[in-house]
């Protein structure tokens, strides 16, 4: 009995260690797979996150009244868009351009805000700053004839170009981002193409400021 007992108690014994080496197997290939199998974890949970800019009252003043400026003169050639009669094909190829170049310098605009930590807000909502297409010259323009819409669009784009050449002017002399002063150049050369392509259409700016 007592043999029986003592091999009994060693099977259990036994069985208990090949459970346990068995678990520790386990444990050890999961181990690894989590290593090697696994796909790597997400760059976005790895990398180092974006470089922050730091923007001065300049850098702040100047993208927040870019964003309005641009949105303001893609709204504008929206409207045109809507009013083909109103405009030749001719200017509604550099409308084209310039819309192209307005959507991509308000995703910059926005992500260097964003990179600076600061909110955005429109802070010059209901002003009648220079340059800027405001509802009251959009409702203008919509009651407009036909025949008077291209000088009036043409008019009101050419002061919004070359307002924001001023406002470039100003941040690359005073901005403190090295970042937002690059771009204030570039948007500059923009402006100039952009001005250069409305040349010779009928359109003042004094005309469309007053």
């Not at 550099?94 to 992500?111: F, K, M, P, Q, W």
């Not at 690359?172 to 090295?178: D, V």
């Amino acid at each position: 009995m007592t043999s029986s007992l003592l091999k009994a108690s060693a099977w259990r014994i036994a069985g208990v260690v090949v459970a346990l080496a068995a678990t520790t197997l386990a444990v050890g290939l999961t181990r690894h797979a989590s290593r090697t199998d696994q796909p790597a974890a997400p760059a976005s949970a790895t990398a180092a996150p974006a470089a922050s800019v730091l923007l001065n009252g300049t850098d702040g003043a100047f993208i927040q009244l870019l964003l309005p400026m641009d949105e303001g003169a893609l709204a504008l050639i929206d409207h045109l868009d809507a009013r083909p009669s109103a405009t030749d094909p001719a200017l509604r190829v550099v409308l084209g351009d310039i819309r192209t170049a307005h959507r991509s310098e308000l995703v910059e605009l926005r992500r260097l805000l964003a990179a600076g930590n600061v909110p955005e807000q429109n802070i010059h909502e209901g002003h009648q700053m220079p340059g800027m297409v405001t509802d009251d010259r959009l409702a203008e323009l919509r009651a407009a004839p036909d025949v008077e819409v291209p000088s009036r669009a043409v008019g009101l784009l050419r002061a919004h170009l070359e307002q924001t050449v001023v406002l470039c002017r100003g941040e690359q002399t005073a901005g403190g981002s090295p970042e937002v002063r690059a771009l204030a150049g570039r948007i500059q050369t923009t402006r100039a193409a952009e001005l250069n392509a409305l040349a010779g259409r009928p359109g003042a700016t004094s005309d469309a400021d007053n």
